[in-house]
C-alpha cells in the first residue's frame, strides 16, 4: 500500500499563487510516477502535471507556463507551485502516485484539496 499526505490549496485572487505538497509513504518503488490531477464540479478527473522517477513531465496545455511541478532528492515529495491562477483552475486537487507491480499498473490518490480562485 501507498500512503499520500497532502498539503497546500486555500483560496486566491486571480493572479496570485500557491503551492501543493504530496508526500508517499508505504511500498514506494523506485521507478513511478508523481503528480496532479484536478476535478472542478461537473467535470470529469483531468491531468494537471505529473513527473517520472526520471524526471519526465506531463502537464496540461491549460497550465503551461503558469504551473511547475518538482520532486525532492529522495522522490516520495512532490510539490506543485501554481502562479497566475485563473478563476478556471477552481478544482479539488487530488494527488497521483503511480507504479508497476507484477505488471499491474496500480495507482494510489490522495484525499484531494481544494483550490479556489476568486475573480
Known amino acids: 500500500q501507498v500512503q499520500l499526505v497532502e498539503s497546500g490549496g486555500g483560496l486566491v485572487q486571480a493572479g496570485g499563487s500557491l503551492r501543493l505538497s504530496c508526500t508517499a509513504s508505504?511500498?514506494?518503488?523506485?521507478?513511478?510516477?508523481m503528480g496532479w490531477f484536478r476535478q472542478a464540479p461537473g467535470n470529469q478527473r483531468e491531468l494537471v502535471e505529473t513527473v517520472t522517477s526520471g524526471e519526465s513531465v506531463n502537464y496540461a496545455d491549460s497550465v503551461k507556463g503558469r504551473f511547475t511541478i518538482s520532486r525532492d532528492t529522495a522522490g516520495n515529495t512532490v510539490d506543485l507551485q501554481m502562479n497566475s491562477l485563473k478563476p478556471e483552475d477552481t478544482a479539488v486537487y487530488y494527488c497521483l502516485f503511480r507504479k508497476q507491480y507484477n505488471s499491474r499498473d496500480l495507482a494510489y490518490w490522495g484525499q484531494g484539496t481544494q483550490v479556489t480562485v476568486s475573480s
Open positions: 508505504g511500498f514506494i518503488s523506485a521507478i513511478n510516477v
